[in-house]
């Protein structure tokens, strides 16, 4: 494990907010969970987890590859994407299928994570159904 292992700052950082959102989505979803069963609780962490990613950083990812590309953009999130978009160059330069289906992601994956969190606290009677597809 020579010098091609070492660690980049632009890896460092993407690692460090990665690291910050999941801090944030196990605080939020223990929060949130508190006085609810180990199950609940797992799933509160995850869903505010996964709704944190789908927002702070797949949803400023399609507002830059939408106003321009990632390769002229600076800031945190951009850096994010230009190490990603090292292994995948479709992720710096505006790739429409990549795109897209983040467009999705963010919408749909983003709001249903925050709907299911809403019928958890709320112990709405669907939440299992629409969770789990029963």
């Known amino acids: 494990m020579g010098a091609e292992w070492e660690l980049g700052a632009e890896a460092g950082g993407s690692l460090l ?3 910050a959102l999941l801090a944030a989505g196990c605080a939020l979803g223990l929060r949130l969970g508190r006085g609810r069963g180990v199950a609940d609780r797992g799933a509160l962490i995850w869903l505010c987890y996964d709704a944190l990613v789908h927002f702070a950083l797949e949803g400023p990812f399609v507002y ?3 106003v321009g590309n990632v390769a002229n953009s600076d800031g945190l999130i951009a850096s994010l994407w230009k190490e990603y978009g090292k292994a ?3 992720w ?3 790739d429409p299928t990549i795109v897209s289906v983040e467009i999705l992601t963010v919408a749909l994956d983003g709001s249903l994570a925050l709907f299911l969190i809403y019928a958890i606290v709320k112990e709405k009677h669907y939440r299992d159904r629409v969770a789990w597809g029963e």
């Open 17 to 19: 907010l990665c690291a």
């Open 64 to 66: 830059l590859s939408l």
């Open 88 to 90: 995948d160059a479709r």
């Open 92 to 94: 710096v330069y505006f």
